[in-house]
């Protein structure tokens, strides 16, 4: 769980070039996976060890100035609703312009963190030319380069400081949460009507009927938890209406409060750019997931159409291809049960604890077998392990030289953990420790 930041300003002040920055310094830092598809919409970022989601309000309205003044104001009050903090951009270049005092007169009235924050300045006479930015009235303002950096480290002091802190224990005690995530129209309002046996949720062949996150308690077979039903999740491009943009942000905030995601895709359209958006947004916020392929009785089948079906999302997936896939059609109720049983044993994945003497006694002589390779003339010896004690399963290995072991390697005791304890569904985290 963690902070939503929203970044607003009228187009072309440079609103996605800062995100993308975040975007990519989070990336980098924390999850070091190659070939990550990343999402312009949405994202994950953190600054000195304090992580926040990101979004971006930019680019949402097309057509003309006069257009985009009609609107600006619907798209400020909803980012500012929903965020814990807004950052207001604006453009040294231009000037203050009528539709920046718009916003800024609707920032002034907000009891949330707002920061002014200048951006195209990259040299001194730009700096001076930012002080006019006082006359927007929302007192000390940022300056900073989106294109190179320059000034967002003070920014992001700032920003962080400002965030409430998240209490993680709120949640401990309530059901488990389920979200059924997945772009518009792939089926999810009629999943869930399906398992509960009533039509809670209005159901349209129109995508986007769906506007709000809700929550409904399930409890047959021996199974209890909430499943929480997600407005459908979209390209940035796609976005136009102030209510869906609303319902995106909503989204965005399901699946980092979730325990587990039941992303549901349209079998005709596939495993999407925009799907995969949705999968590395929960693998990045370390949920189980769950792939469920909706509309499988529209499909021409063969004999192998299942499994050739399954290998190309498997392929997308990659690295993180431990995922469980359950081909159902909530038209005829194929498989939802099983999409359920497998939901639930995700869930006890995600929360499964493992001794210490039991990871050491398993793992140390696979370790033995198969020693970190040596790197620089030097060699990684590694002594003891244990899972740390957090919500989702991550484990330390402690070791001599833990800066020399690789990425590979990693993988390589990922695979191992998941091998031999089961954690199908659930994104692992393997930190190397000095002894």
Request: hydrophobic share 40%; net charge neutral; aromatic share 10%.
């Amino acid at each position: 769980m963690s902070n939503i930041v929203a970044i607003v300003g009228r187009p072309n002040v440079g609103k996605s070039t800062f995100f993308n920055r975040l975007i990519q310094r989070r990336e980098a830092i924390v999850d070091a996976v190659s070939g990550v598809t990343r999402d312009r919409h949405y994202g994950k970022s953190d600054w000195n060890g304090k992580e926040f989601s990101l979004i971006d309000t930019g680019g949402y309205v097309k057509g003309s100035d006069d257009i985009f003044e009609a609107e600006i104001d619907k798209q400020v009050e909803l980012a500012i609703d929903e965020a814990d903090a807004i950052i207001f951009m604006v453009d040294v270049e231009t000037g203050v312009t009528g539709m920046d005092e718009d916003v800024a007169r609707l920032l002034r009235k907000v009891d949330k963190p707002v920061f002014l924050t200048v951006n195209k300045v990259d040299n001194n006479k730009r700096a001076e030319d930012a002080v006019e930015f006082y006359s927007l009235g929302l007192g000390e303002y940022y300056t900073i380069a989106s294109i190179n950096g320059s000034g967002t480290g003070d920014l992001l002091d700032a920003l962080v400081d400002a965030l409430p802190e998240i209490e993680e224990e709120e949640e401990k005690d309530e059901l488990p949460r389920f979200a059924v995530v997945g772009r518009p129209n792939a089926g999810k309002s009629s999943f869930i009507n399906a398992l509960i046996g009533e039509d809670r949720y209005i159901v349209t062949d129109v995508a986007g009927t769906t506007r709000d996150s809700i929550d409904t308690k399930y409890n047959r077979f021996g199974f209890e938890f909430n499943l929480v039903d997600t407005a459908g999740i979209r390209r940035k491009s796609k976005v136009k209406e102030d209510l869906e943009f609303y319902s995106v942000m909503r989204s965005v905030r399901a699946i980092e409060h979730c325990d587990v995601c039941l992303l549901v895709l349209d079998a005709t359209r596939g495993f999407d750019g925009q799907v995969q958006n949705i999968f590395w947004l929960a693998q990045r916020n370390r949920k189980g997931i769950v792939v469920l392929v909706n509309k499988w009785d529209l499909v021409e089948k063969e004999t192998q159409t299942m499994k050739e079906y399954e290998k190309v999302i498997r392929k997308e997936m990659e690295p993180f291809t431990d995922v469980p896939i359950v081909f159902i059609s909530v038209l005829t109720k194929q498989r939802i049960f099983k999409a359920i049983e497998t939901a639930v044993e995700v869930y006890n994945n995600r929360t499964k604890k493992i001794k210490t003497s039991k990871l050491n006694e398993v793992l140390l002589p696979v370790i033995e077998n198969y020693p970190p390779p040596a790197y620089k003339g030097k060699f990684v010896k590694i002594k003891y392990i244990m899972q740390l004690p957090t919500p989702q399963p991550q484990f330390a290995f402690f070791c001599n030289l833990p800066q020399y072991v690789r990425e590979p390697y990693k993988r390589f005791l990922e695979n191992n953990l998941r091998e031999l304890f089961d954690f199908k569904g659930v994104p692992i985290s393997v930190y190397m420790r000095k002894k």
